[in-house]
């Protein structure tokens, strides 16, 4: 069965940078991307980028260009978001999700990796 | 940037219909997903491009397109759907996801 787990909950301080993995098993990774999203407290879902996992293709949202790099590791079926120069307002559950299109969707989700900025 | 809009909240009783709309200038050409989402649990993908529903979801949920709208509705609402809803869709360039700012459906 598809699966995508996350690395556990991260508390940063201001400035610094947090590295979430998502490790995919039960599929091939390379036919599908990896899509990051992130949900503050109490507020919506915030989409921030797609990674192909054929051949490491991306897309970033506007907001966090410059500060988020998204990475594979096909050996290992894994993804990665790395966020630099973190700030209190990236505080947030970020979740990774399997996603054909870079243009949109997600139909097997991580569980989510908190992360507080304080 | 792009934007999709979705009514904040939307109420209907067990058993009537739940329509939930969301509207951008770029569905016309990018394609429509919906996901609901409970208190302290990730996603789930209800529908996928535009009206095509995964495996596992009930046949009361369905998807439809006019123009710059899309439509989520649920037949047959029952307790277990209340829950945010979010779509989500690209720019016309498909270069940049989005979502919608969240549907919280009350079953009353």
């Known amino acids: 069965q598809v699966q995508l787990v996350q690395s556990g909950a991260e508390v940063k301080k201001p400035g610094a940078s947090v590295k979430v993995s998502c490790k995919t098993s039960g599929y091939m990774f390379t036919s599908f991307g990896i899509n990051w999203v992130r949900q503050a407290p109490g507020q919506g879902l915030e989409w921030l980028g797609w990674?192909?996992?054929?051949?490491?293709?991306?897309n970033y949202a506007q907001k966090i260009k410059g500060r988020v790099t998204l990475t594979t590791d096909t050996s290992a079926s894994t993804a990665y978001l790395e966020l630099r120069s973190l700030r209190s307002d990236d505080s947030a559950v970020y979740y990774c999700a399997r996603s054909l299109l870079s243009t949109g969707g997600g139909d097997f989700w991580g569980q989510g990796t908190l992360v507080t900025v304080s | 940037s792009y934007e999709l809009t979705q009514p904040p909240s939307v109420s209907v009783s067990p058993g009537q219909t739940a329509r939930i709309t969301c509207s951008g200038d770029?569905?016309?050409?990018?394609?429509a997903f919906w996901f609901h989402q409970k208190p302290g649990q990730a996603p789930v993908l209800v529908i996928y491009q535009d009206s095509q529903r995964p495996s596992g979801i009930p046949e009361r949920f369905s998807g439809s397109t006019s123009g710059t709208t899309v439509t989520l509705t649920i037949s047959g609402v029952q307790a277990e759907d209340e829950a945010d809803y979010y779509c989500q869709s690209a720019d016309s360039s498909g270069t940049y996801q989005v979502f919608g700012g969240g549907t919280k459906l009350t079953v009353l």
């Open positions: 990674i192909s996992g054929y051949n490491g293709n991306t």
């Open positions: 770029a569905l016309p050409k990018q394609y």
